[in-house]
């Protein structure tokens, strides 16, 4: 069992608790309803947290990524409806809040959702520039990092990634991904990265602490397989830079030389 699958086998039941009280102090706002049926809903709340992810971690599905993704958007959900629990209950300390009000705090948390959503899997690029001395030209890099490989950005977000790269490959000269190309909520097979081989740019990658999760090698050899360039701890040249691959540590590393 993974790091991470145990980590979420952990947090379950904590998870399930708070789901209870959030559910209990949402619902009183309308009325309320039994605990019998908030517990009950907690759990399957719970049950959908762990269970998709335990069998996404050894066999990715159609079905385990969508109940991964339901399960993640409800957790920024959960989150963004505690914040407004919180308001509408201090404030109701002072003032009563006409039900009409209370209905639109709520209502707002799931409009962000889809907003959010839409935009966590829209690819943006932002143009900065950096003044480096020693370099005699200018070089175009694209950066990247936390691409978050796994149930909820799976293959569909490679292959956007892939389109990115093509529209740039005649005006950047080299492709950078500085970290967390996976997120371990799921298995990383090693085709899964197959689309960025059409990429007409090298691409550098360097593991950080999330590439552990699923197993290092898997990243590694997907990376490799789609003929990514990984610096584990190492260096390349690459006309007047030196890229420095530095690897996530869970301990001492030494740096390359």
């Keep these: 069992m993974s790091f991470r699958t145990r980590r979420i086998l952990f947090i379950t039941p904590f998870y399930m608790i708070f789901q209870f009280f959030l559910l209990k102090y ?33 066999k990715s599905t159609v079905v385990g990524r969508f109940l991964t993704t339901i399960d993640g958007v409800w957790m920024w959900t959960s989150l963004m409806l505690l914040i407004d629990i919180v308001v509408i209950y201090t404030l109701g300390m002072f003032v009563k809040l006409p039900f009409e009000i209370i209905l639109g705090l709520i209502l707002i948390v799931p409009i962000l959702a889809i907003y959010n959503f839409y935009n966590a899997h829209k690819l943006v690029i932002n143009e900065k520039t950096l003044k480096l001395d020693n370099i005699e030209r200018d070089i175009d890099i694209v950066h990247l990092s936390d691409v978050h490989f796994g149930s909820v950005r799976h293959k569909k977000l490679i292959q956007s990634l892939a389109n990115k790269l093509k529209d740039l490959e005649n005006t950047c000269e080299l492709a950078i991904i500085s970290g967390d190309f996976a997120d371990g909520s799921s298995v990383v097979e090693k085709d899964d990265f197959l689309a960025l ?61």
């Design 26 to 58: 949402l619902l009183m706002l309308f009325g309320g309803v039994s605990d019998v049926y908030l517990i009950i809903l907690a759990v399957v709340i719970g049950l959908l947290h762990f269970i998709p992810m335990f069998f996404e971690s050894k």
């Design 197 to 257: 081989k059409d990429v007409n740019m090298p691409i550098i990658f360097t593991p950080g602490n999330h590439d552990f999760y699923p197993g290092i090698d898997s990243v590694i050899t997907t990376c490799k397989n789609a003929g990514i360039i990984v610096l584990d701890n190492e260096r390349k040249e690459f006309g007047d830079l030196s890229i420095f691959g530095l690897t996530f540590s869970f301990g001492d590393r030494s740096a390359p030389t």
